[in-house]
């Protein structure tokens, strides 16, 4: 289990963030996540896991349900207005609890497709961009 509280990342967290993407994802975002923090979205960093917020949560990595959980209600707390958690898939109950807890509507969307072996990414929010 994690433990600790979520706080504003930077540049020195990228490395860090690198390490989750692995684990979780397979491979790392590498210059993907850099040119979305340099486009103006935020970084926000757990002892396990971050989330990037452009304004709302537009990806997140955690490295147990707890820290994801965690991640997601700040990134949810430090939104203004509207937003939405634009990607969820089965096996992410820890997501669909918070934002049913949130009270946003779970809706249907499309397909989400990957090619090749990937990491089973249960705690993972991919962006729509960059899965």
């Known amino acids: 289990m994690t433990t600790g509280a979520v706080r504003p990342g930077d ?3 990228l490395g ?3 390490d989750v993407d692995r684990a979780q ?6 210059p993907d996540l850099e040119a979305i923090l340099g486009a103006g979205a935020r970084l926000l960093v757990h002892d396990g896991g971050y989330a990037v917020l452009d304004p709302g949560p537009v990806l997140l990595a955690a490295t ?4 994801a959980a965690a991640l997601l209600w700040a990134a949810l707390g430090a939104t203004d207005g509207v937003t939405t958690v634009p990607v969820l898939r089965a096996g992410q109950d820890w997501a669909v609890d918070v ?7 779970l809706r249907p969307a499309g397909p989400l497709g990957r ?3 990937t990491a089973p990414m249960t705690t993972y929010l991919p962006h729509a961009d960059v899965l």
């Open 11 to 13: 540049a020195a967290d």
């Open 64 to 67: 147990s349900p707890e820290a």
């Open 16 to 18: 860090f963030a690198a």
């Open 99 to 105: 934002v049913h807890r949130a009270g946003l509507r």
């Open 25 to 30: 994802r397979g491979a790392a975002h590498g």
């Open 115 to 117: 090619a090749g072996a």
